[in-house]
């Protein structure tokens, strides 16, 4: 079946460092989402990307969608605090909205 | 705003209980999940569910099942719970993306 691989497991930056985090899969995707899960709170939704080398914004968050659609990336420039969490990516296209997550980045930020 | 309400934050249970975990969602979605979440394993999905009484065995489905007697409902069941189902549940709605998260129940068998 459909496997997505996600690194780094954990990332510790200094406030105002970048922080970038990587997805694979196994096969190609019709979508990429990206959700992120505060400490003690569930996944929420951030974005979806659908076209092959796609890229978005959002504030400080940059995501990008591979040529192959098989990878993916979340960039997020001059950390905040606010930015902690864990940071999934999740490939969807199967049947029903169905999604395969990748294991996670727990981001840890210094002030 | 989407609602996804899981009946329990907390629960403890005994091995060998039948456990169930519910979940209810007020968008009236026609997909419904239950996920469990483990440290570096992330989400895995256990069971979906498509429609009412619809449902298709996700990536780890042993030694659950699952019920959709109503739209708004999907009930996770631990037919007789053991101690490496000790884990994060979380059920999740969607009509087509994104999906929308309940807020877990944290679920120790002892």
């Known amino acids: 079946g459909q496997q997505v691989m996600q690194i780094p497991q954990y990332q510790h930056v200094q406030e105002g460092e970048d922080f970038t985090t990587y997805c694979n899969s196994s096969?190609?995707?019709?979508?990429i989402q990206w959700y992120k899960q505060r400490p003690g709170g569930h996944p929420v939704f951030l974005i979806q990307l659908v076209k092959s080398g796609e890229v978005k914004k959002q504030k400080r968050l940059t995501f990008q969608f591979g040529e192959a659609k098989k990878n993916s990336s979340l960039h997020i420039t001059a950390t905040q605090t606010t930015d902690v969490g864990t940071y999934f990516c999740a490939g969807g296209g199967t049947s029903y909205g169905k999604l395969t997550f990748g294991q996670g980045t727990i981001l840890t930020v210094h002030p | 705003d989407v609602k996804v309400t899981q009946s329990s934050r907390y629960l403890v249970k005994r091995t060998g209980e039948k456990v169930f975990l519910e979940c209810v969602q007020d968008m009236d979605h026609e997909n419904m999940f239950w996920y469990r979440q483990d440290p570096g394993l992330g989400l895995r999905l256990i069971y979906f569910s498509y429609d009412v009484k619809m449902k298709e065995k996700g990536d780890i489905p042993e030694g659950y099942s699952v019920s959709r007697e109503k739209k708004e409902r999907f009930s996770l069941i631990l037919e007789s719970a053991s101690t490496n189902q000790t884990s994060m549940y979380l059920c999740?709605?969607?009509?087509?993306?994104?999906?929308?998260f309940g807020d877990g129940t944290r679920l120790s068998i002892l």
């Open positions: 999740a709605s969607s009509q087509r993306e994104p999906q929308h």
């Open positions: 096969t190609t995707l019709s979508n």
